[in-house]
């Protein structure tokens, strides 16, 4: 069964508002106005430009496998 990323979240606590996100998206997934919501039918599956261009790693992908969603792995340590 393969692994598929779902959708995208921004992390309210971790966005510093710089809107990087938004201009850098090929197909304007993102919203330009604050809370810069996210339209997941217009995010291309395989694009990662704006994980990659989040300086403060706010935006992370959430995936699933088969119909079950994927918890993100807690560090241990």
Same mark, same amino acid.
């Given at each position: 069964?393969? @692994?598929?990323?779902? &959708?995208? @979240?921004? &992390? $309210?606590?971790?966005?510093?508002?710089?809107?990087?996100? @938004?201009?850098?998206? $090929?197909?304007?997934?993102?919203?330009?106005?604050? $809370?810069?919501?996210?339209? $997941?039918?217009?995010?291309?599956?395989?694009?990662?430009?704006?994980?990659?261009?989040?300086?403060?790693?706010?935006?992370?992908? @959430?995936? #699933? #496998?088969?119909?079950?969603?994927?918890?993100?792995? #807690?560090?241990?340590?």
């Amino acid at each position: 069964m393969m @692994v598929i990323r779902d &959708h995208l @979240v921004r &992390h $309210p606590d971790r966005c510093t508002h710089q809107a990087i996100c @938004v201009p850098i998206c $090929p197909t304007g997934a993102w919203l330009s106005t604050p $809370p810069y919501k996210f339209d $997941p039918s217009r995010c291309l599956e395989s694009c990662r430009l704006c994980l990659d261009a989040c300086p403060s790693q706010a935006i992370f992908a @959430v995936f #699933k #496998k088969g119909e079950k969603l994927l918890e993100p792995q #807690k560090k241990t340590g």
